[in-house]
């Protein structure tokens, strides 16, 4: 086996792991969502989207890397790249829409309260260095409480 078929045997790999991703990431969302249906819980629907979203977006990064390693490794000619950066763009912009219909806004901008959100929209922890909490839920201490 030559050394392009290695690597385009790890690409179509890289691609079904992708493909795996989304179809598990769905099935176990919607089985979450119907146990919840079920169950009578609130947001059942809201939940569910953001659920299939988190899986589309994980499977398309895994999508992603597969053609880089496939174009950068076998195919390294001009129209090999170009339709890379093509399928990288137009995947990017449907990560970026799906981030933004999960969230409410786009992926540099920060929440309501100055704090960036991941995509489940909770607040991301940022290194305090000064002693106080890193705790980005926690309430602020007030100094006259000490």
Known sequence: MDFDAIID????????????????????ASGLAGWRYLRR???????YRR?????????????????????VAIGFSVDAILA????VLIRTFLSFTLQLEMTGRWPWQT???GVRG???????????????????????????ES
């Open 9 to 28: 045997s790890i690409g179509k790999a890289v691609d079904a792991a992708g493909v795996v991703v989304m179809v598990v990431g769905i099935s176990i």
């Open 41 to 47: 819980k609130s947001l059942v629907f809201e939940e």
């Open 51 to 71: 659920w299939v979203g988190r899986s589309i977006l994980l499977g398309l990064e895994i999508l992603i890397a597969a053609d880089i390693i496939r174009t």
């Open 84 to 87: 890379l950066g093509l399928i």
């Open 111 to 113: 929440s309501h309260g």
């Open 118 to 144: 991941d995509v489940w929209g909770n607040p991301v922890a940022r290194c305090t260095c000064g002693g106080e909490s890193s705790n980005p839920g926690a309430r602020p201490q007030d100094p006259r």
